[in-house]
């Protein structure tokens, strides 16, 4: 079993920036894929950015490309979502999730095995 727990959303303005972090418990995190999704109201859950159990893949939606950057500490077993110029389309609550599965990944959510609680993170224009 394996919990996840994120911090770091909030209220923030247009062009500002936040740190996602989301701390997981478990020996084996550092065997994982590890992703941030994203969710709005009415709208089914999107991938925003994934990582390779080594850091060395990263995947990132085309809207968040050159803004957001995702990395992971397999010592500390965290893994962290840096949010840079925000926008109002940003606005969502953000879910930290794992996939366990060692022949790969897909950004589609349903494939993936935990999540954590979500945090929100409001973009103010």
């Known amino acids: 079993q394996v919990q996840l727990v994120e911090s770091g959303g909030g209220l923030v303005q247009v062009g500002d920036s936040l740190r996602l972090s989301c701390a997981a418990s478990?020996?084996?995190?550092?065997?994982?894929?590890m992703g941030w999704f994203r969710q709005t109201p009415g709208k089914e859950r999107e991938a925003v950015a994934i990582v390779s159990w080594n850091g060395r893949i990263t995947y990132y939606t085309d809207s968040v490309k050159g803004r957001f950057t995702i990395s992971r500490d397999n010592q500390q077993n965290t893994v962290t979502l840096q949010m840079n110029s925000l926008k109002p389309e940003d606005t969502a609550v953000y879910y930290c999730?794992?996939?366990?599965?060692?022949?790969?990944?897909?950004?589609?959510?349903?494939?993936?095995?935990?999540w954590g609680q979500g945090t929100q993170v409001t973009v103010s224009s």
């Open positions: 999730a794992a996939d366990t599965n060692p022949s790969g990944w897909t950004v589609q959510p349903v494939a993936w095995d935990y």
């Open positions: 478990g020996r084996t995190f550092s065997t994982y894929t």
